[in-house]
């Protein structure tokens, strides 16, 4: 069996998505397994660390065992061992970087979302398009085992026609006063902050890969935590929104709900759930576990009381959603994918037109929430198809 090495660039190798979603779940185990199968093939990821923090970058190469690390981007871009470019970097500095991975002749691949802007992505794939270079963009959500259970209840028609759904997601994020705070400080600050920007691109992809295509929204967000202290003990004003509440309407009439807060205690079967509910059932989904509901199992309530509790057990009548035969890392699924786009032309699973799409998605809810009415989510053009 052959074996080939192909150079990867990963910038933002010291932040928590790159150093352990990236690196530790999925690089370095395909680097530990001798390579991605290609046919007869293997191919061999050679990682260069990319950092601001000399320090910070060395001892994140240290454990895992790569000996290739630099702070200077531009000498990583100028060097030709390497075909393909990763960011999973700040989101504001993401548009800069990748221009310069384009215009340097590298493969992308990054983190969502590609861009602040649907316009500033659309760019950066004319860009990449214009030079013949492959790209890609992190789409891993919908590869969690509870939402693969759940897609595959509604491929099987299981659940009947769909007839409503509801996204619940977040937690409490601390202000930094009395327990510091769990997210960055950028993640609240305009330029690439706010939960809209960060968290629904993954909520479009969630739901039109189970649900069906979005065709309008109805969107509502705010700031529940007004100030913050940050990483230097420094106190700010929070410039973006930190809550969100959307209406979606699904294309053949089905609506459903989103919400989204850092600014919630959770109390849920988990810190992301969607319900979907069908003529024939409904399930639940978190990120490991989905229960489901049949017309059978469902209980015929016709009343509650408002002088007593009744005592109905609502989480009786629900099953364990079918295992799935087996289960790999979604970020390791994402780079699988991306490598084989790459080293042997197969299609794309996620390519920038993909990317454009999950910013569109939150471009439309911002708007939306504006211009406080319906907001149209037409299909991809033929441009970014």
């Given at each position: ?148 259970k759940l897609a595959a209840l509604t491929r099987s028609g ?228």
């Amino acid at each position: 069996m052959a074996s080939q090495t192909i150079g990867i660039i990963v910038n933002g190798a010291t932040g928590r998505i790159g150093s352990t979603q990236h690196l530790a779940n999925a690089l370095i185990p395909i680097i530990e397994e001798g390579g991605l199968a290609l046919g007869k093939d293997r191919l061999l990821p050679r990682l260069l660390l990319v950092g601001r923090d000399a320090d910070r970058v060395a001892a994140v190469a240290r454990r895992h065992k790569l000996a290739d690390w630099t702070t200077d981007l531009d000498a990583a871009l100028a060097d030709p061992a390497y075909a393909i470019f990763f960011d999973a970097a700040a989101t504001q500095q993401r548009v800069a970087v990748l221009e310069k991975a384009i215009a340097a002749g590298k493969h992308v691949y990054c983190e969502k979302p590609v861009a602040s802007t649907g316009a500033q992505a659309l760019t950066l794939l004319r860009q990449a398009q214009s030079r013949g270079l492959k790209h890609g963009v992190v789409e891993d959500k919908i590869y969690l085992p509870g939402l693969q259970k759940l897609a595959a209840l509604t491929r099987s028609g299981q659940l009947g026609r769909i007839i409503g759904f509801r996204l619940d997601f977040g937690w409490w994020v601390f202000d930094g006063s009395e327990q510091p705070c769990q997210r960055p400080s950028w993640n609240y600050r305009a330029g690439g902050g706010g939960i809209i920007l960060d968290m629904y691109p993954h909520w479009r992809y969630v739901i039109e890969s189970i649900i069906g295509r979005i065709v309008a929204v109805a969107s509502s967000a705010w700031t529940a935590t007004p100030e913050r202290i940050d990483e230097r003990g420094q106190r700010y004003r929070v410039a973006v929104e930190d809550s969100a509440a959307t209406l979606v309407e699904i294309e053949g009439g089905v609506f459903g709900s989103v919400g989204s807060s850092w600014a919630t205690r959770v109390r849920r079967d988990d810190l992301l759930t969607l319900q979907v509910d069908g003529t024939k059932g409904s399930a639940v989904a978190g990120l490991h576990r989905c229960q489901v509901q049949s017309s059978a199992q469902t209980p015929a309530i016709a009343h509650f009381s408002v002088m007593q509790d009744i005592g109905a057990d609502y989480r009786e009548g629900w099953t364990q959603a079918p295992p799935l035969s087996c289960y790999r890392n979604p970020y390791r699924v994402g780079w699988e994918a991306f490598l084989r786009h790459v080293a042997a032309g197969e299609p794309p699973a996620c390519d920038f037109a993909a990317g454009i799409r999950d910013i569109a998605f939150a471009e439309a809810c911002n708007r939306s929430m504006q211009e406080r009415r319906w907001v149209a989510f037409p299909p991809p053009t033929e441009s970014t198809a």
